[in-house]
Structure formats: C-alpha cells, structure tokens
C-alpha cells in the first residue's frame, strides 16, 4: 500500500522537499556562523582582581625538552611538580596561553574538598591532605583556612604552585599558546612564535581542550557564573556558613563561601556554548538571577550587591567525573580533565597521578574507563544544552559514581 | 523489444489518503512543541514552523478550531516556555 512517504515524488513535491532540505541547511549553517565564536573570556575573577603576578617570558624559536606540558593551571603546574620531585634531572616546560590561573583554576571558588562531583572514588581521598602538604613544603602564601572548611585563594595558590614548579627546574612560559599539535615521537607542538619537540605531551587544559583536538568526544567546556559581594558587617557575615551549597534543582546548586574582605562568594549555573565555546557573549539576567538565589536563600545578603562578576568555562565529561586517556599514534600524549568544578583539589591530586603514568604507574582505573562519546556539532550543542536544561528544570539527574 | 501492448504504469499520487488531517497534524505539532521545549536549536524552528502551518491551514479553511487552539496553544506556549528558560536563566 502506498504511503506518504512511498508514494513517487511529483515535480511539485519534489520542489517543496528540496526548498525545505535547503531551508534546513541554510539554518543550521546560519547558526553556525551566528554561535560560533572563537574569543575567550577574560579573566575578571576576584581573586585576579586582587592584583596580579607578573608574567613570565613567553617561549620564542625552536625548542626540546623531555616533557612538554600544555596549560599553566593546577593540574598541569601539579604535574611538573610531581614529575620534577621524581625525575629532578628532567627538563620541563610548561606552556600558558595567557597566565597562569587563567582558566577555570583563576575563576573559582577555591573550597577544596575530597573526591569528585559525584562521590569519592578510589585515590581522591586524601586531595585536600596533597595540595595542603604542596603548600607547607613550598611555603605557598594563598590566604589558606584550613578549619572548618579548607579554602584558599585559587589565583595566589597557582602562582605559588608556578614558583614551586620553578624552583625545582621547571620553565614556564606564559603568554604561549598552542596551535597546532604534531602526532609523532617526538611530539611536535606549534605556537605563534615557538616549535617544541618533547617525546611525551601532557595536554592540561581541562575545558579548553576540545579546541586543541584533543579529546573533543570526551571533554567539553560549562561555563560557570560567579559573583562576590561588597563588605558584609560581622554581625550578618557570623550567620552565613562558610562553605555554602543551596541545591535549585535535583542536581544544580548554588555553592559558595565567605571571601577575603569580609565578603561572600557564590556561584551557579553551567552553560555549554556552540563548538566549545570558550567566550561568554553576557547575559542581563545572569547576575540578576545570581543575586536573587542568594538573597532568597540568605535574606540579609539582599541589601548587598555584587562588586565583582564573572564566569569561566570548566572541563566537563558526560558522566561529570574526570578522565584521563592518551591519544596520538604513539601513545605518547596524555591529557585530564573534567572535574567538573573540583579542579583545585582534584587536579592537584591529578598532577600526581599524571606523573606517575610517565614513571610506568597506572592511575585509578575508573580515571581510565570510557564515557559515552559526545556527538560533533550541531548535536553536540542540541544533546549538552538539552542535558543542562533538563537539570536545571530538574527533571534529569546524573548516575551518582559507586 | 516486446510486441505485445505496452505497459501502462500507474503513477501513485504524491500523497495519499493516509496523510494525517491538518487537526491531528496540528495537534500533534503542538504537543511536540510543548513537550520538548527545552531542546535548543530544533524546537524553535519547530515551533515557529507549527505556528506558520496552522495559521496557513486556517486562512485557507483547510483546518478545525479544535486543531487551531491546539497546533497554536502548543507552539506559543513551547515559544514561551523557551525563550524563559534561555532568557531568564534559571539558578
């Protein structure tokens, strides 16, 4: 029996089927060229706000070293630490985009926790105990509270980690960006203005990587919001607690804490921008929204604005935990990411983990496992965005990690 | 080469008469663009296309007032539901 969709094609129909294909295209391809934006948010975090570190010398003409690492952040300052403390005779480089700090490690929050987003798995036990052990032995200055709630300022503990780093032998360059990275032994990575030539390539760049090539299937970038406020008199400040966790749905929450300056910190949100996104194009309601759920859930916040806003991207996986794998013909470029908003603490521990692989060791298998493979574009912004609205309707919750 | 009569083939229409009617088309339309209003990208043009579908159906008579309220109850109400979710950011 003859259907609609069976039935021949008339000249007509034909016609009306192609201008609705080509309608379909010309959308989709708009949107593409609308959405797609290659800029990168500043860095406006408070924390940077608070003065920032002279930059280091960028890295110019060819070069060799023994191991290259991508992204001055605490996963890959960690890294060079670990591996150096190891292998002291090792020549190490890191490279930065812009500064140390810039990415997710600079924006956030700086309460450290054991574990991950979604439990404590194996070997995330002890992350706090690692990165406060990283600070005494360096002698790291990062306004650190250790009781009741282990927090630091994020941007002073990275550049204390970049010092460290330094002093045991480690060259880090700022102002160094990637573009292009050589498959091969050794591994050939191109910037702007430099050639390096290393046999292994630690790629630690968390949210940004998928705008390398590296692990797009696995790795995507969130952008996250937060906001501090002004000076809070002691008197309101005593009843703010200091490590702040308001859920808004099943699985989205409001997180936060009491700030240097007698301020409060808070943060929410996730927002998956097309093609990895890696700017934030603003948004009128965002600090807005931001500024009601906190005065909602603390009522005597509500007469204190924000004096300082941003957002960054974090690294996220499909299942929210991180990851580590290697890709390359060889086997020799690693990367990890993913923390999905534990990064101090987690990529602390990863930077430990990372150097362990390079000295044969095997990192927690569940680091190593698979992830469902996200789509490339346009269903990567249709399946993440859809995800992300769902959680934030609640009507989605993520498997909790056993 | 045959010699015998040619074959006449019959061509089948373009549509037949199992094709939805413009009430349930709508209808249809409408509860999809309600239901998924939350995935980006596809379900404006959707619901916009719904809109766009009823409202031609209605101008030529073609449509009921039960799928009119329905096809645009839907597709508006998705619309909305959609522009709130990406503009006023729920945290």
Redesign the interface.
């Known amino acids: 029996?003859?259907?609609?969709f069976s039935?021949?094609?008339?000249r007509?129909?034909f016609l009306k089927s192609a201008a609705l294909i080509g309608a379909g295209g010309a959308?989709?391809g708009g949107?593409h060229l609308y959405l797609k934006d290659d800029r990168w948010t500043p860095n406006r975090s408070f924390w940077v706000s608070r003065g920032r570190e002279p930059v280091s010398a960028a890295l110019v003409g060819e070069h060799e070293t023994d191991l290259a690492i991508i992204g001055g952040g605490v996963t890959g300052l960690s890294t060079a630490i670990h591996v150096l403390l190891r292998a002291p005779a090792a020549k190490v480089m890191v490279l930065e985009a812009r500064h140390v700090g810039f990415g997710a490690t600079g924006r956030s929050g700086g309460v450290l926790g054991n574990g991950t987003e979604m439990g404590t798995p194996a070997g995330t036990e002890d992350n706090v105990a690692l990165a406060i052990a990283l600070i005494d032995r360096f002698g790291i200055g990062c306004d650190l509270e250790r009781a009741p709630v282990t927090q630091l300022d994020p941007y002073r503990y990275v550049v204390g980690l970049r010092r460290a780093a330094e002093s045991l032998g480690a060259s880090v360059h700022e102002g160094s960006r990637v573009t292009g990275i050589g498959d091969g032994s050794p591994v050939l990575i191109r910037g702007d203005r430099f050639v390096l030539r290393s046999p292994r390539l630690i790629v630690a760049t968390n949210g940004y990587t998928p705008r390398l090539g590296v692990a797009p299937e696995r790795l995507f970038p969130a952008h996250t919001a937060a906001a501090v406020t002004g000076p809070v008199p002691p008197e309101i400040l005593r009843d703010i607690p200091d490590s702040i966790l308001v859920m808004?749905?099943r699985e989205?929450y409001?997180w936060g804490r009491k700030a240097p300056g007698h301020r409060v910190l808070v943060g929410?949100?996730a927002e998956y921008f097309y093609d990895n996104g890696l700017y934030h194009r603003g948004?009128p309601?965002?600090f807005r929204?931001?500024h009601?759920?906190m005065a909602k859930s603390f009522p005597p916040l509500a007469a204190f604005p924000f004096q300082h806003t941003w957002t960054g991207p974090m690294g996220c996986t499909a299942d929210q935990e991180p990851v580590i794998g290697t890709v390359g013909s060889a086997g020799n470029i690693i990367y990890c990411g993913g923390y999905t908003g534990h990064g101090i603490a987690m990529g602390t521990k990863a930077g430990s983990f990372l150097a362990g692989m390079l000295h044969g060791e095997s990192p927690p298998a569940w680091m190593l496992r698979r992830t469902l493979d996200i789509p490339g574009e346009?269903l990567r912004?249709?399946a993440v965005?859809?995800i992300i609205?769902?959680m934030?309707?609640g009507?989605f919750s993520m498997p909790k990690y056993e | 080469m045959s010699d015998g009569p040619a074959a006449v083939r019959e061509?089948?229409?373009?549509?037949?008469g199992?094709?939805p009617s413009p009430r349930a088309l709508a209808c249809a339309l409408g509860v999809v663009s309600l239901g998924l209003f939350?995935?980006?990208?596809?379900t404006p043009?959707l619901q916009i296309g719904t809109l766009a579908y009823v409202l031609r159906a209605a101008w030529r008579g073609e449509i009921d007032r039960i799928g009119v309220v329905a096809g645009v109850t839907g597709a508006g109400l998705g619309l909305l539901l959609f522009l709130a979710?990406q503009?006023?950011?729920?945290?």
Do not use: E, H, K, Q
């Not at chain 1, 029996?1 to 609609?4: E, F, I, K």
């Not at chain 1, 039935?7 to 008339?10: D, E, V």
């Open positions: 029996m003859d259907t609609w039935s021949a094609l008339n007509r129909a959308y989709l949107a808004t749905s989205m409001m929410a949100g948004d309601f965002l929204a931001l009601r759920c346009p912004y249709i965005n859809t609205n769902l934030n309707l009507l | 061509i089948p229409p373009a549509s037949s199992r094709r939350f995935v980006p990208l596809l043009v979710l503009l006023l950011w729920i945290v």
